[in-house]
Nanobody, 125 residues
Framework: VQLQASGGGLVQAGGSLRLSCVAS????????MGWFRQAPGKERDFVAA????????RYAPSAKGRFTISRDNAENTFYLQMDSLKPEDTGVYFC???????????????????WGQGTQVTVSS
């Protein structure tokens, strides 16, 4: 699966951004699309995930209540709506696809098979 992420930028604390990830290639309803954040000098942290079909979603505790993951099946596009942004949300955001285990390991970056190029999100205080 090929992934193209976009939508990052610079925003003040309390603001909003919407990230997009377009998926192309062979997909399956059981695949999982995940968003991860990587801050400078740190590992990639799980943010949110959704299956290619159905309504199940998963969120990191830091994202729950502020971020919303969704998809547009017609456009094969996934979104991460980020509201009430905080400086600690700063980082490069990657979309990724997990093709083997469904939601069993949705929070483990090593389980994901295909990655987009990342988009920078900077939240100023």
């Amino acid at each position: 699966v090929q992934l193209q992420a976009s939508g990052g930028g610079l925003v003040q604390a309390g603001g909003s951004l919407r990230l997009s990830c377009v998926a192309s290639g062979r997909t399956n309803g059981n695949y999982v699309m995940g968003w991860f954040r990587q801050a400078p000098g740190k590992e990639r942290d799980f943010v949110a995930a959704i299956k290619f079909s159905g309504r199940d979603t998963r969120y990191a505790p830091s994202a729950k209540g502020r971020f919303t993951i969704s998809r547009d099946n017609a456009e094969n596009t996934f979104y991460l709506q980020m509201d009430s942004l905080k400086p600690e949300d700063t980082g490069v955001y990657f979309c990724a696809v997990e093709t083997r285990s469904g939601f069993a390991y949705y929070y483990v970056s090593d389980q994901y098979d295909d990655w987009g190029q990342g988009t920078q999100v900077t939240v100023s205080s």
